[in-house]
């Protein structure tokens, strides 16, 4: 059983309290029986040591939640961004023992709040600042757009880096880099744009100057991008689908583990839906690449929502495929190993817009059988 102490010893907690996985064992090797100092609190906290030796671990206390004290997760030096480790778990890979996208999707949403609550925002989930609390604020996901390069498997460790700074009068946006933590390869990144609600009323509101001075602090001086490439897919405006859409999945009802602290269905949720509506083939033979959401309303837990889903030509694509000397049918090899789709979520009863996606899928790599 661990059990919980603390150290005396102030002034030599105090010197420890700065480091990260002193004398840890390195990737690959079995850990040791020697000792291990680990530090994972927020750097705007009072610092807070965890010592773990033979099975025993000392925690300074009063230095915020157990849950901060064990966090693998801190700002980085400058306090303007954040990184949190995690490892994957059994129950958040899918069938090719790889992190689904809700997983993916789920571990940026916690590493925003856990960013939120480290720079001393609110601590129920939405990340308020003290003048948003005042007058009734929340934020809401605007559009989150998501690429992976390299799906994580069971067992991995993905560390994540997230930041935020102003989009604009109207909201604040949010970026994020994943990365293979036992190498340092960058396997994703996501952006997404957030906007004020009244959450009372459920209007939007403009940003105004008190909330703005109150999280621009906490943000990079200069503009920084998960996505600075000019004409990024993050860009992209998606269309909307109407009804003659090739697949559809109708009919679908929130459960009651699909509501988050407010009462309404969680974002990732949606993301789950759109996946409904895709055609059983493309599932089994691709992986999806890149996923866009632009969210136009909320859905409540009483609402029947219906998943449409059409294949969409990718324009780029075909055009390369004209200077290519192909004739850009969908038959052709570099088609085959990549594929486009535009998605609605809809209110059954009225056909009111929830929100409208973009995916973009590609061919699942080659398995070879074992000998």
Known sequence: MLKLSWNATTDHVKALAQCRFLDAPRPGLLPSRRRAVVSCYPASKAPSLAVVSDGLAWVEPGSGSLADRLRLGSLTEDGLSYKERFIVRCYEVGINKTATVETIANLLQEVGCNHAQSVGFSTDGFATTTTMRKMNLIWVTAR????????????????????????????????????????????????????????????????????????????????????????????????????????????????????????????????????ESMPQEIIDSYELQTITLDYRRECQRNDVVDSLSS???DENLEAILQLNGTNGSAASPATEDYRQFLHLLRLSGDGLEINRGRTQWRKKPMSFPSA
């Open 311 to 313: 294949h969409e030509p």
């Open 144 to 275: 989150m757009h998501i690429e992976i390069y390299k799906y994580p498997a069971w067992s991995d460790v993905v560390e994540i880096e997230t930041w935020c700074q102003g989009e604009g009068r109207i909201g604040t946006r949010r970026d994020w880099i994943l990365k293979d933590y036992a190498n340092g390869q960058v396997i994703g990144r996501a952006t997404s744009k957030w906007v004020m609600m009244n959450q009372e009323t459920r209007r939007l509101q403009k940003v105004d100057d008190d909330v703005r001075d109150e999280y621009l602090i906490f943000c990079p001086r200069e503009s920084r991008l998960a996505f600075p490439e000019e004409n990024n897919g993050s860009l992209k405006k998606i269309a909307k689908l109407e009804d003659t859409a090739q697949y559809s999945r109708l009919g679908l009802i929130p459960r009651r583990a699909d509501l988050d602290m407010n009462q309404h269905v969680n974002n990732v949720t949606y993301i789950g839906w759109v996946l």
